[in-house]
């Protein structure tokens, strides 16, 4: 079992930075695929960023893609998002997931994710 639990989000104008990081507790985050997704008011929740235990694979979802880098520290246990040129379609919760695996592979469908942390929220202002 592993427990997730994000920081950094905040208020931010278009065009500004942040970085999101996920703590990851219960049992060392390099036996996990990662991601990140995001929901925002009155839309489903979706796929933006993931990363692989093995190999550090990465894949983007299109809308955030050369704007957003993942990445993952498996000494702190933590994987972070680099959000940059943001803009306020970015405004939503942002969740991190996890999912055992040993390969090098990427997930980027929510049912492929087990495990979630509780969001944190990003608003964007124009």
């Known amino acids: 079992q592993v427990q997730l639990v994000e920081s950094g989000g905040g208020l931010v104008q278009a065009g500004g930075s942040l970085r999101l990081s996920c703590a990851a507790s219960?049992?060392?985050?390099?036996?996990?695929?990662l991601g990140w997704f995001r929901q925002a008011p009155g839309k489903e929740r979706e796929f933006v960023a993931a990363?692989?235990?093995?190999?550090?694979?990465?894949y983007y979802s299109d809308s955030v893609k050369g704007r957003f880098t993942i990445s993952r520290d498996n000494a702190k246990n933590t994987v972070y998002l680099q959000m940059n040129s943001l803009k306020p379609e970015d405004t939503a919760v942002y969740y991190c997931?996890?999912?055992?695996?040993?390969?090098?592979?990427?997930?980027?469908?929510?049912?492929?994710?087990?495990?979630w942390g509780q969001g944190t929220q990003v608003t964007v202002s124009s």
């Open positions: 997931a996890a999912r055992t695996s040993d390969s090098g592979r990427v997930y980027y469908h929510r049912y492929e994710y087990i495990h």
């Open positions: 219960g049992r060392t985050s390099s036996d996990y695929g």
């Open positions: 990363i692989s235990a093995i190999g550090g694979n990465t």
